[in-house]
């Protein structure tokens, strides 16, 4: 387990992060339009502001910076690829959020984009914090290399799109029973495994291959990092499956126990609480397995998976 | 005027690219995941398949098209970034039709994807159709220099985003009252202009772009192309407005008269029908005038702007 010293070193590290990915978020959706755009209506861009800007622990793009940062990326290069990653997980809490979707009115404690604004704007926030996601990426900015930046902006299309997270919405819509072939159908463990690893582990995989992306490392490498966003995401979901039977409202910030009022398999009724908790242990001591010989350099990754393992929101 | 002869060469072209876009979205989109996929979900695949197979003329494709032919650009290349763009054109078609946006049932003559699956459905099928052209555009088979692949992906996301279609979407629901602040306001022509600049103008000019990028042109070359693009995005808008308040809806293949019922502003109801008219002359002229440099080569893109501002549906 993780010291004082180390435990308060991760936690100002990660503040860091969310402050920086906060300022540059608040930067690039600023009111003035970039070259090539004729307007930035007021509109849109308050509900985009309103679904990216003031809140959440911006835990990808720390990941985007801390994989970054083992290979040399110069920060402000990954921050530009967290900021972009950013906008795809906000833009999928925004439509997850809407009544046709998962319905809920409260997220990190606010009224949703929806609640704030109206469906039609969210809907195009939505949208727009997409496709937003991919004119940063593409920036020279991100990275001086065309090759590099196109590498990210594929495997982020791909992280996100059907083969990721959307279609991990989908299949998690099709689990509440919303549609007639599949309801009532019970998921087998490797079904739930299939469901999480798209709709919350793709971009958490995508946040620690981005690194070794822009940093051009070694296939080694950049397989070491990808087997270990594979278990953190593994690990991300056991601990909202937890979250969801054990916690707190209040402390989580959205409605709790709702994955047993949907009839939703998770890991935990598949592994049972204890199992769920071994099953964490055993996720971060092969993080930190798969990290060993990037020896001191990787502690802050491994402190993350410790992190993600114990949160409690 | 042209003659019959060169009118159907221009309309065995145009079919031409609507097969071909066809055949090539229909492999793009096969059941079997691409690498680095887990899996892709049945149903949101159905729904995008029905989001953008089966229908359309394919005009923003085959613009693609003959603006790389232009440029000696590979026909294969052009088509794959005329698929991207037709996945963005679509799904922004997909999204337009929901409820809580223009609320239409029908498209070319077939229900809108949220009365063919539901609304959950269809909005993660523009979402994922918005992500897979990303995908597209990003893959070597666009073309082999990553830096043409990435100045495509810059250019599409701005074309998509707020400072684009989706803003023109935003300013278009407000056009019709929609929220508070601005419900009743008088729409100027500039107004208007600006509107349809992004909603509809946008992509249509990427796709003129989208040539000279591919074909690496010159800046010159490049810059006439761009101006080409402007004046047929807005002609094709004003034939548009034209054919909502003349055209028969059996032939357009959706609902006509919407414009006056949702009391919006359109350059018929600015210039009037004559002046709307005139203003289509003029624009195609300027077509013809900018496109002279290439001689007979552009050939096909005069016939375009003509079938742009004459057309019926």
New interface residues.
């Given amino acids: 387990m993780l010291d004082s010293t180390s435990g308060a070193s991760f936690s100002a590290r990660l503040d860091a992060v969310a402050q920086e990915t906060e300022e540059l978020l608040d930067r690039l959706l600023a009111p003035s339009?970039?070259p090539?755009?004729?307007?930035?209506?007021r509109?849109?861009?308050d509900a985009?502001r309103y679904g990216s800007l003031g809140g959440g622990k911006r835990l990808r793009p720390f990941l985007v910076v801390e994989s970054a940062a083992l290979f040399g990326v110069p920060r402000a290069n990954a921050l530009m690829a967290g900021a972009a990653l950013e906008c795809v997980h906000c833009?999928s809490l925004v439509?997850d959020d809407?009544p046709?979707?998962d319905n809920d009115d409260l997220r990190r404690g606010r009224p949703t984009a929806h609640k704030a604004f109206?469906?039609?704007?969210a809907?195009?926030a939505?949208?727009?914090l997409?496709?937003?996601a991919?004119?940063i990426?593409?920036?020279p900015e991100t990275h001086p290399d065309?090759?590099v930046?196109?590498?990210l902006?594929?495997?982020?299309?791909?992280?996100?799109?059907?083969?990721?997270m959307?279609?991990g919405?989908?299949?998690d819509?099709?689990a509440e029973g919303?549609?007639a072939p599949t309801a009532g159908q019970v998921m087998s463990e490797h079904d739930v495994a299939?469901l999480q690893?798209?709709k919350t582990g793709?971009l958490l995989r995508f946040a620690c291959c981005a690194g070794p992306i822009l940093g051009r490392a070694s296939p080694d490498q950049a397989a070491a990092l990808n087997r270990y966003g594979i278990g953190i995401g593994q690990a991300f979901q056991i601990a909202d499956d937890l979250l969801d039977v054990e916690g707190d409202q209040a402390v989580v910030g959205k409605a709790t126990g709702k994955d047993a009022a949907a009839g939703k398999a998770t890991m935990v009724q598949i592994l049972g609480v204890a199992g769920a908790r071994a099953r964490l242990q055993a996720l971060v001591a092969d993080a930190e397995k798969v990290l060993a010989p990037f020896g001191a350099a990787a502690a802050t990754l491994i402190s993350a998976a410790h992190f993600i393992a114990d949160r409690r929101n």
């Fill in positions: 339009a970039q090539d755009e004729i307007s930035r209506p509109r849109l861009l985009m833009y439509h809407l046709a979707m109206d469906d039609a704007t809907i195009l939505g949208d727009g997409l496709t937003f991919f004119d990426l593409s920036r065309a090759e930046r196109v590498r902006v594929n495997l982020l299309a791909r992280a996100s799109g059907i083969g990721g959307a279609g919405q989908m299949l819509l099709a919303r549609f299939t690893s798209m793709a």
